[in-house]
């Protein structure tokens, strides 16, 4: 257990960190699920409502460091070329 108070403060910020950190995730991840859903369906008008909101989450979880860059770009990228599909299928 932490013994100075510099230390004790130090877990109480860990702690309110995690959980922020936790709740992040969480909505990114679902998200992130709600577009695929979406894209399983063939809803095309839906995901096209959907994809501002599921970027802006994705972009801003890269900048706190919930994910990597490289790994926001990915999902992007792959989530657009499945509504791309969608797309010129119809």
């Given at each position: 257990?932490?013994?100075?108070?510099?230390?004790?403060?130090?877990?109480?910020?860990?702690?309110?960190?995690?959980?922020?950190?936790?709740?992040r995730?969480?909505?990114?991840?679902?998200?992130?699920?709600?577009?695929?859903?979406?894209?399983?369906?063939?809803?095309?008008?839906?995901?096209?409502?959907?994809?501002?909101a599921?970027?802006?989450?994705?972009?801003?979880?890269?900048?706190?460091?919930?994910?990597?860059?490289?790994?926001?770009?990915?999902?992007?990228?792959?989530?657009?070329?499945?509504?791309?599909?969608?797309?010129?299928?119809?």
């Open positions: 257990m932490a013994n100075t108070v510099s230390s004790l403060k130090r877990v109480r910020i860990a702690e309110r960190r995690t959980a922020i950190n936790r709740l995730k969480t909505r990114l991840r679902h998200q992130i699920r709600t577009m695929r859903r979406l894209l399983d369906k063939k809803d095309a008008e839906g995901a096209t409502k959907v994809i501002p599921t970027f802006s989450i994705v972009d801003r979880a890269a900048k706190w460091g919930i994910i990597k860059k490289n790994t926001a770009a990915r999902y992007k990228s792959r989530l657009t070329l499945r509504l791309r599909a969608i797309g010129s299928a119809k």
